[in-house]
């Protein structure tokens, strides 16, 4: 699936995470996909941004009612992502 992710920066205790907001409806469909529970709700994907495709987790977000995706530094930086903005993101369930 792909979409258009806003960029967020979550500041935790001693350094910032940064993440992609996985949409209402997309992630409407990932919770659909029968799969194997994993700790803390977690879903492995294979996640797309530009030139960059790696595999991890994204996450339940009840604040946000959907998934986030970690963007981790290395990722932001070969793409260029900023600590806010859109991304189109494509991502593949690995846990289906």
Known sequence: MEFDAEVFRWEARTQD????A????????????PRMPRGFGAVRVRAT????????SI??????????????QAIRRAESIGSD????????VLDA
């Open 17 to 20: 995470w940064y993440f992609a």
């Open 22 to 33: 996985v949409p209402a409806e997309p992630s409407a469909d990932i919770r659909e996909i």
């Open 49 to 56: 941004i530009g030139g960059s495709t790696w595999q991890t």
């Open 59 to 72: 996450f339940p977000d009840a604040s946000r009612g959907g998934y986030v995706l970690p963007l981790k």
């Open 85 to 92: 903005g859109v991304v189109r993101v494509g991502l593949e």
